[in-house]
């Protein structure tokens, strides 16, 4: 579908995978882009697809292991700008949909693959999680509090910004370098990698001595003025008022009288624990609500909805009675994508495939 965003017009084959992958495909179809999510024929029915990553996209079953499901593919990817290829390296070249198949159809199409290890090195062709490739890449070193085990930050780091955002960035490289060249290319996106650029700084601050163990430095929990303190209510703030001016209001709205010394940590630890224990958080909340201290209330995902800056700002957005992120970045001025659960696509002649040659493979259970 033809949104009109700044994607418009770009179509993209997304094979089925787990949430990186269709996390890229929402990326691109939250701009405009066309994007047909091509699952097993037997996960395919004419219920919409609610999972969040799988809005504004459409869907068909394609039975990737017939000759004719590939056959049908290769007609699809000739009519697309992009492909997303999720699988282990090797795997889609043994099906006989790998990069040089599809460029032999395709000229101008992007491939993009994403995977936990990348396409090659010892470990390419093992399994792993996002906790794995974050132990390796020397992330996962760094989080945590001081003295305790390595705390892996839900999935966010390694699959979710280092796999599925930076693949979706990586095909939009590629799709301006084909503007340039007419060719398209092989974008490798391989979550061990992203992890590591996404913590380009604190290898550098680590090798120059201005950051030491994990939950000991300024911006990791080992700082007081930047962490959480419980409130009277058995709820949470978020403390992050690391500048002197900062600090200041901080000092101010607690109304703290011969407060520590900022880099007398230990102390000042207790003294802010002690006083943000006195009131519930929506006092605090009512103190902090004008000022620049950097005190914010943590929200459960509930409650995030209806914070007035992401209410005032359209934060959040409800689809089909599933509360959901709104697409983002935002591109002012610019249309964004049909945010709709995903459905089943019927026609498929405007991606090249005769709809007699559609009704022959759904007669053969390769198509649904």
């Known amino acids: ?10 179509r993209v084959l997304e094979l089925a995978g787990l949430a990186p992958g269709p996390f890229a495909g929402m990326m691109l179809a939250d701009h405009g882009a066309s994007v047909l ?23 068909i079953g394609l039975d990737l292991k017939s000759p004719d499901g590939v056959a049908a593919f290769l007609d699809l990817a000739r009519h697309a700008d992009a492909v997303i290829e999720v ?12 990069p040089a198949d599809l460029h ?14 990348g396409q090659d090195g010892p470990l390419a062709p093992r399994a792993g999680h996002d906790i794995d490739y974050l132990a ?10 001081a003295g305790e085990r390595p705390t892996p930050p839900i999935n966010l780091l390694a699959d ?33 990698d992203g992890a590591a650029v996404l913590f380009s700084m604190f290898y550098s601050l680590t090798r120059s001595g201005f950051w030491g163990p994990r939950g000991t430095n300024l911006l990791d929990g080992g700082a007081p003025m930047y962490d959480t303190y419980e409130t009277e209510d058995g709820k949470y703030l978020a403390v992050g008022a690391l500048e002197p001016q900062f600090y200041a209001e901080l000092v101010r709205g607690l109304e703290l009288t011969d407060p520590p010394d900022q880099n007398d940590w230990p102390a000042l630890r207790a003294r802010l624990t002690e006083a943000f224990k006195t009131r519930t958080r929506a006092e605090w909340e009512a103190v902090f609500a004008d000022s620049d201290a950097c005190v914010a209330p943590v929200l459960d995902l509930a409650e995030a909805p209806g914070h007035p800056h992401n209410a005032a700002r359209g934060t959040f957005v409800e689809v089909g009675g599933v509360t959901q992120a709104a697409p983002a970045p935002r591109l002012l001025g610019a249309a964004t994508g049909d945010l709709a659960p ?10 090249g495939l005769p709809e007699e040659t559609a009704t022959r493979l759904r007669a053969q259970g390769v198509l649904a």
């Open 87 to 98: 699988f282990r390296p090797g795997v889609a070249e043994r099906l006989g949909i790998g």
């Open 342 to 351: 995903a459905t089943r696509l019927d026609d498929l002649t405007a991606w």
């Open 136 to 145: 390796i890449s020397g992330v996962l070193s760094q989080l945590g509090r």
């Open 1 to 10: 579908m033809d949104t009109g965003g700044p994607l418009a017009g770009i």
């Open 37 to 59: 999510r091509v699952d097993r024929v037997a996960a395919v029915t004419d219920q919409p697809r609610r999972d969040v990553m799988d809005r504004g996209k459409r869907t």
């Open 104 to 117: 032999a159809v395709n000229e101008r199409l992007v491939y993009g693959r994403l995977t936990g290890w």
């Open 160 to 192: 979710f910004a280092g796999g599925g955002l930076m693949l979706a960035y990586g095909i939009l490289l590629a799709l301006l370098e084909r503007e340039r060249t007419g060719r398209g290319r092989v974008v490798d996106a391989a979550m061990v």
